[in-house]
C-alpha cells in the first residue's frame, strides 16, 4: 500500500526566506506527483504536477523535483511571501491505477 | 468556468438522518472524485467515476454510504444512516484525462458535523 509522508508537519519562515518543502513516497511504481495549496476552510488548488518521466516543474515562484527511484519530491519556494502561508500537499498517483494517495500536509506560516 | 461546484457548504444534521451532498464537476471533465477530509486521517479517497461509471468505491467505509453519477454533470454521495464520526469535510474534484487521472481540480468542499 502506498504511504506518502510530508516533512515537516509545520514550518515558520520570516518573509523573503527561501524554503523547501519534503514528501516521500514508499512505492516508485508511480504515474506522477502533484503538489497542491489549501487554505484555511477551502478546496485544493493544485500548483505543480511532475509526470514520472520528469525531474521538476517551475511556475513562478515554486519549483518542484521530482526523484521517483528514491521516493522523494521536494517543493522549493522563493522569496516567500505572507500570502504564501497555508497548508502544502503532495499527493500521487499510481501507475496501476487512477487513485491519488496524499501526504498528511505541512503548514506554512510566513511572517512579515 | 466556475470550477467545481458543491452544495451545501456546510450541513449540521442529527445522528441518523439522511444526508446527502451534491457536485458539479467542471464542464467536459470526465473524471469525478469524493474524497473525505478529517483531522485524523487526513485526505481520504472514497470513490471516483470515469464517465460516470464508478471505477473503485475501495474507498468508501461502509455501506451506509453511496455515491451516483446520473449524468456527466451532476453527482451525489448520501450517508444513511449518518453517525457522528462522519463529521468531516466532504470534497469533490475533477478532472480531464487523455486515458490518465491527470491534474484534479476541487471544489471548496462540504462541511459536515453530525451531532
Known amino acids: 500500500k502506498q504511504e506518502v509522508t510530508q516533512i515537516p508537519a509545520a514550518l515558520s519562515v520570516p518573509e523573503g526566506e527561501n524554503l523547501v518543502l519534503n514528501c516521500s513516497f514508499t512505492d516508485s511504481a508511480i504515474y506522477n506527483l502533484q503538489w497542491f495549496r489549501q487554505d484555511p476552510g477551502k478546496g485544493l488548488t493544485s500548483l505543480l504536477l511532475i509526470q514520472s518521466s520528469q525531474r521538476e516543474q517551475t511556475s513562478g515562484r515554486l519549483n518542484a523535483s521530482l526523484d521517483k527511484s528514491s521516493g522523494r519530491s521536494t517543493l522549493y519556494i522563493a522569496a516567500s511571501q505572507p500570502g504564501d502561508s497555508a497548508t502544502y500537499l503532495c499527493a500521487v498517483e499510481e501507475a496501476s491505477g487512477s487513485r491519488l494517495t496524499f501526504g498528511e500536509g505541512t503548514q506554512l506560516t510566513v511572517n512579515p | 468556468d466556475a470550477g467545481v461546484i458543491q452544495s451545501p457548504r456546510h450541513e449540521v444534521t442529527e445522528m441518523g438522518q439522511e444526508v446527502t451532498l451534491r457536485c458539479k464537476p467542471i464542464?467536459?471533465?470526465?473524471?469525478l472524485f469524493w474524497y473525505r477530509q478529517t483531522m485524523m486521517r487526513g485526505l481520504e479517497l472514497l470513490i471516483y467515476f470515469n464517465n460516470n461509471v464508478p471505477i473503485d468505491d475501495s474507498g468508501m467505509p461502509e455501506d451506509r454510504f453511496s455515491a451516483k453519477m446520473p449524468n456527466a454533470s451532476f453527482s451525489t454521495l448520501k450517508i444513511q444512516p449518518s453517525e457522528p464520526r462522519d463529521s468531516a469535510v466532504y470534497f469533490c474534484a475533477s478532472s480531464l484525462s487523455s486515458g490518465r487521472v491527470g491534474e484534479q481540480y476541487f471544489g471548496p468542499g462540504t462541511r459536515l458535523t453530525v451531532t
Open positions: 464542464s467536459g471533465h470526465d473524471y
